[in-house]
């Protein structure tokens, strides 16, 4: 099955019920780190409730990978390169995490449009 690093728009898109991330969740194995499983916790918790965003906590423990401090030095030139776009911490590592194992980056941020490596769902 192939894979997909999922940042937190995609997940929140998809959690709330946005059609066109469900092949990206139900077709590919997808992994995410712990800063964007808080930004979708925290998202959710502000939206739904703290049982929906406990809910959505425990499907995505299973994804979380962990990054290298040589993955964070790389996201912040990432992040510095990119400084007008405004890219979050997260986004920026989840960027290069997909980068160094060669998936694609799945991301509904604007921001993303036409930078390589990702798939960007409008």
Do not use: Q, W
């Amino acid at each position: 099955m192939n894979k997909l690093y999922y940042d937190s728009y995609a997940i929140i898109e998809y959690v709330n019920g946005n059609l066109k991330y469900d092949k990206y969740f139900k077709d590919y194995e997808g992994i995410t780190t712990l800063y964007n499983v808080m930004e979708v916790y925290y998202a959710i918790l502000r939206e739904e409730n703290e049982f929906k965003a406990k809910e959505v906590l425990e499907m995505l423990k299973s994804i979380v990978i962990y990054p290298s401090f040589e993955d964070i030095e790389e996201a912040m030139k990432f992040r510095l390169i990119h400084k007008l776009k405004r890219f979050s911490y997260a986004d920026c590592l989840g960027y290069i995490l997909a980068k160094k194992r060669n998936i694609k980056f799945l991301t509904g941020d604007k921001g993303f449009m036409g930078i390589p490596n990702v798939i960007f769902v409008n």
